[in-house]
């Protein structure tokens, strides 16, 4: 089959365009997923460069958000069909292992997949839309829904907005019915993201951003609950930790799923105490995430942001976009 395969740790170059690499063999539990699309994410970054303490078998397919149609069933599978459509769930909660990381992922033609990790894709979500979710929009389902508890006329920041979970987690607060101002890069992306329904859209302001926030918003004080956001969504970390804190009104939440600029940032933990702040962290998602998110789109009431569609061969290109910052939303690669 074609696949682009990672032969190494390293730069782009570590990325290869094989034309006959083996095809995957179907276990008695297992099914092959004929590749219909699958969505780039940072992980892909991570995996390519190498993880510390993470141990990558050689050679490794990438891709962990996998969509397409059945191709073959193991002879012990129940309840699956070829033909069938389906999105791969890449955390394997059984034997465990992510697929794209220590299992073969989707930049490939066929994929390999315990069949406990398959969700059926609704007839009005196509594969494209199907391959956005599980890490960008799952990540920002679970982070804003389920542990965060977004509600109806709430104030949010969201930090990195351009990116795949920024995207969602801006469409989810939208669907809440909250008031959302947006951090990025630059102009192009904040009139994008106002596009998208942000309210109010700010760059970074050499990490003062919380002076924005009180511009519009006016600052928090210590007696009252006057000022400031009820909700910061930070998966950046690095610098932009502090303004964030202080960003929030008293009683606050500060959400977070990942660390892109930085795990160990400097804090204050004085605007913790003083403004009565809850800190909330969120781990990936779960299968009830991905369902509700099919759901949302089945029924048109969300529609996953998606920047670039690229051929197997461009995979390479994708990831060094992806890597630039030089997307919005999701980028997609139709083998």
């Not at 969505?39 to 996998?66: A, Q």
Request: with cysteine; glycine share 12%.
């Amino acid at each position: 089959m074609r696949a682009m395969v990672l032969k190494g740790h390293g730069g782009p170059d570590s990325l290869v365009y094989d034309e006959s690499f083996p095809d995957p063999e179907c276990g008695n539990n297992d099914v092959i997923v004929r590749v219909k699309a699958t969505s780039l994410n940072y992980h892909d970054i991570f995996t390519r460069n190498g993880m510390p303490g993470i141990k990558i078998e050689m050679p490794m397919i990438c891709g962990l958000d996998v969509a397409g149609e059945i191709a073959e069933v193991g002879d012990e599978v129940s309840g699956w069909s070829t033909g069938d459509r389906v999105l791969i769930d890449p955390r394997n909660r059984v034997e465990g292992g992510l697929v794209g990381e220590t299992i073969h992922g989707g930049l490939a033609e066929y994929c390999r997949v315990a069949s406990h990790q398959l969700v059926k894709i609704p007839v009005g979500v196509t594969y494209d839309q199907a391959s956005s979710l599980p890490v960008a929009y799952g990540t920002a389902h679970r982070m804003m829904v389920t542990i965060g508890k977004i509600k109806n006329d709430e104030k949010v920041l969201i930090l990195g907005a351009s990116g795949g979970v920024g995207t969602g987690a801006l469409l989810l607060a939208k669907m809440a019915g909250s008031e959302v101002m947006v951090c990025a890069s630059s102009e192009e992306k904040m009139e994008r993201l106002r596009d998208l329904g942000a309210d109010h859209a700010i760059t970074y302001m050499d990490n003062q951003f919380h002076k924005g926030v009180y511009e519009r918003f006016g600052k928090p004080g210590r007696r009252g609950f006057e000022g400031g956001v009820n909700m910061v969504v930070n998966f950046t970390g690095g610098e932009t930790w502090v303004p964030s804190l202080r960003s929030l009104k008293r009683g606050g939440r500060l959400v977070t799923c990942g660390a892109t600029a930085g795990f160990d940032p400097k804090t204050d933990i004085r605007f913790i105490w003083t403004f009565e702040l809850q800190l909330l962290g969120s781990n990936s998602w779960e299968r009830e995430d991905l369902t509700q998110l099919m759901d949302y789109i089945d029924g048109g009431k969300m529609n996953p942001v998606i920047d670039k569609i690229l051929p197997l061969k461009d995979a390479s290109e994708g990831i060094r976009l992806l890597e630039e910052r030089e997307v919005f939303g999701k980028v997609i690669i139709n083998p």
